[in-house]
């Protein structure tokens, strides 16, 4: 038989985490009729994502974004 | 103004590394970062970042991603429930791989210095990066708040269901409820041919 010290574990901690996170995951999102329509449609135009920066701006962000992974993978940081 | 190269670290939340302070004015995104997002890491729900000030080591700003999709099912809504039950749903299900922006958060301490643009930048540049070929969107269930919505409009991001009526109807709710969050999407294909051709 399960205590009330036990209960008060289950409904705190890891168990309601669980539920909260299932009730998430939940929401991943299934598009029908018009609105898988327009979104497939949208998406043979991937322009309209077109950033206006030049691409020599977008690739100093990517060589920034290396730099920032490269240092992490260096560190102890991404040990898990 | 901060620049999240120079000027801080990334560090990854594990049970060993956790966000102790945090401040970006939503109580609810505070303790995720704080308290909940190392037990999502522990159970495979994702992974939260985040970058801390190396001159002071104060976090600046914070984000999860998981594994995510958007699935379409290319039928009418009035069909959809009679079509179902008839017809494999493979033949009507497309699926595309995504990354969810799970949680998102700048601390107030750093706001107004442009720092969420800079972490989008980040964010979009490191799914192409780390993830290779493997994701096409990212996705976001955002805030239905005007701050919030104006923040990723002006990241590219679109909304996935046309009107907050789609999206309630969807999503099983009472019309006459406010919406809390929308869902929206950006594709992350144009930008990597901008980068890589």
């Given at each position: 038989?399960?205590?009330?010290?036990?209960?008060?574990?289950?409904?705190?901690?890891?168990?309601?985490?669980?539920?909260?996170?299932?009730?998430?995951?939940?929401?991943?999102?299934?598009?029908?009729?018009?609105?898988?329509?327009?979104?497939?449609?949208?998406?043979?135009?991937p322009e309209q994502f077109k950033d206006s920066r030049?691409?020599?701006?977008?690739?100093?962000?990517?060589?920034?974004?290396?730099?920032?992974?490269?240092?992490?993978?260096?560190?102890?940081?991404?040990?898990? | 103004?901060?620049?999240?190269?120079?000027?801080?670290?990334?560090?990854?939340?594990?049970?060993?590394?956790?966000?102790?302070?945090?401040?970006?004015?939503?109580?609810?995104?505070?303790?995720?970062?704080?308290?909940?997002?190392?037990?999502?890491?522990?159970?495979?729900?994702?992974?939260?970042?985040?970058?801390?000030?190396?001159?002071?080591?104060?976090?600046?700003?914070?984000?999860?991603?998981?594994?995510?999709?958007?699935?379409?099912?290319?039928?009418?809504?009035?069909?959809?429930?009679?079509?179902?039950?008839?017809?494999?749903?493979?033949?009507?299900?497309?699926?595309?791989?995504?990354?969810?922006?799970?949680?998102?958060?700048?601390?107030?301490?750093?706001?107004?210095?442009?720092?969420?643009s800079?972490?989008m930048e980040?964010?979009k540049?490191?799914?192409?990066?780390?993830?290779?070929?493997?994701?096409?969107f990212l996705?976001v269930?955002?805030?239905?708040?005007?701050?919030?919505?104006q923040y990723y409009l002006k990241n590219k991001f679109i909304f996935?269901?046309?009107?907050?009526?789609?999206?309630?109807?969807?999503?099983?709710?009472?019309?006459?409820?406010?919406?809390?969050?929308?869902?929206m999407y950006f594709d992350l294909l144009d930008l990597?041919?901008q980068?890589?051709?």
């Amino acid at each position: 038989m399960i205590n009330m010290t036990e209960w008060g574990f289950i409904f705190g901690g890891e168990f309601v985490f669980l539920i909260t996170m299932a009730l998430e995951i939940r929401r991943t999102p299934v598009l029908y009729g018009e609105d898988a329509k327009r979104f497939l449609k949208e998406i043979e135009h991937p322009e309209q994502f077109k950033d206006s920066r030049s691409k020599e701006e977008l690739l100093a962000i990517m060589e920034k974004t290396k730099r920032i992974w490269a240092e992490y993978h260096a560190s102890k940081n991404d040990r898990p | 103004m901060i620049d999240l190269d120079k000027d801080c670290l990334i560090v990854k939340v594990s049970y060993e590394n956790t966000i102790g302070s945090f401040d970006c004015g939503n109580a609810d995104l505070n303790e995720f970062f704080i308290a909940d997002s190392p037990k999502y890491h522990r159970q495979l729900l994702g992974e939260t970042y985040f970058f801390v000030e190396k001159s002071t080591q104060r976090v600046v700003c914070a984000y999860t991603l998981s594994n995510d999709g958007i699935k379409t099912f290319d039928l009418p809504n009035s069909r959809k429930k009679k079509v179902r039950e008839a017809v494999p749903r493979e033949k009507h299900m497309k699926s595309f791989p995504a990354t969810l922006i799970g949680r998102l958060g700048v601390s107030k301490e750093f706001a107004n210095q442009g720092l969420g643009s800079q972490l989008m930048e980040f964010v979009k540049a490191s799914c192409l990066y780390e993830e290779g070929n493997r994701c096409r969107f990212l996705i976001v269930d955002a805030y239905n708040q005007p701050e919030v919505i104006q923040y990723y409009l002006k990241n590219k991001f679109i909304f996935l269901f046309s009107t907050e009526d789609q999206e309630k109807q969807y999503f099983g709710m009472d019309e006459s409820h406010p919406i809390k969050t929308r869902f929206m999407y950006f594709d992350l294909l144009d930008l990597g041919r901008q980068l890589f051709g």
